[in-house]
């Protein structure tokens, strides 16, 4: 329903090709460093196996599919696209991407002494689970999103300080160098618990607020200053816009209480499978652990 209605918008703004140039040359500088030119940074780095190639290349596709594709134009019209948007960016991109990039080029990164001792202090996990739901929190204050989404450079700003601060969040639990890792499997756990009450302010301010919170949705002239952001000003100044409800056909409230609710349903969902994940492991590990029962002779 939104991709007929959004057409008006034209190919740029729906498939955003340069943003599509970005990816393709991050996928390309990826190949060129893990593979032929990898010699070049460690004569004894291998290459990387076929898993972690297949994840960080689906980090890619899912980079463009939620940065490039017509679901960023929609995050500017509709706050539960804007949530959709959030909960993959910050919540899969990076666990994709930490695992898809091989340990030796993790190690060359900590190896360089500002940035280990920086990255030493944000992923330890008290600081680095505060600093992202902290910076996320901050973000969807009506006044900060609003900003955000109204000035392009601070959009940009704003959106790669909390996507580094999401890495440093996962870093504990997901970092290829395992001593940088939890190592205890029930603080792994109460990690992701713990992940999930401190975002819930935020979403439950956005769920139950009796009123519209962000201009950027329902203000037309603050609508249009955000949809700027991913769509030609001489595109803009050629079509008659009456407001966010042209799309999407829902009242900017309801819209607004669905954004929270998604936003909640997707991180448990996403924690969730991590947590299976967390928990089977250890599963395994305590088995392994179990001396087998002697045969009896």
């Not at 498939?15 to 190949?31: K, N």
């Not at 070049?40 to 196996?49: I, N, Q, V």
């Not at 955000?148 to 790669?160: G, L, Q, R, Y």
Request: proline fraction near 6%; aromatic fraction near 16%.
């Amino acid at each position: 329903m939104f991709l007929g209605k959004i057409e008006v918008f034209g190919f740029r703004a729906l498939w955003s090709p340069y943003y599509f140039l970005f990816v393709l040359g991050l996928a390309l500088l990826y190949y060129l460093v893990t593979g032929p030119y990898r010699h070049k940074f460690s004569k004894e780095a291998p290459l990387p196996t076929r898993s972690q190639q297949t994840f960080f290349y689906l980090a890619m596709v899912l980079l463009y599919v939620i940065k490039g594709s017509p679901i960023d134009l929609l995050s500017h019209i509709s706050l539960m696209a804007h949530m959709v948007q959030m909960a993959f960016y910050f919540l899969v991109f990076p666990i994709f991407v930490m695992i898809g990039i091989p340990k030796w080029v993790w190690e060359k990164v900590f190896q360089v002494k500002l940035l280990n001792v920086i990255l030493g202090v944000l992923t330890k996990p008290l600081v680095a689970i505060l600093l992202f739901n902290g910076l996320f929190s901050i973000y969807h204050i009506p006044a900060i999103l609003d900003f955000s989404k109204s000035h392009d450079v601070a959009h940009a700003i704003i959106s790669t300080i909390i996507l580094f601060s999401a890495f440093c969040m996962w870093w504990p639990l997901f970092s290829p160098l395992e001593e940088k890792q939890i190592q205890n499997s029930l603080y792994k756990i109460f990690y992701i618990f713990a992940n999930g009450v401190l975002i819930t302010p935020a979403c439950g301010l956005i769920i139950f607020a009796e009123n519209p919170l962000y201009a950027t949705y329902s203000d037309v002239q603050a609508w249009v200053d955000a949809l700027s952001l991913c769509v030609p000003v001489e595109v803009l100044q050629g079509l008659s816009l009456s407001g966010p409800e042209l799309f999407t056909g829902i009242e900017i409230k309801y819209d607004q209480q669905a954004g929270g609710i998604i936003m909640k349903v997707l991180q448990e969902i996403i924690y969730g499978i991590i947590l299976g994940h967390v928990f089977f492991n250890w599963y395994k590990k305590e088995n392994r652990a179990i001396d087998p029962i002697p045969n009896q002779s």
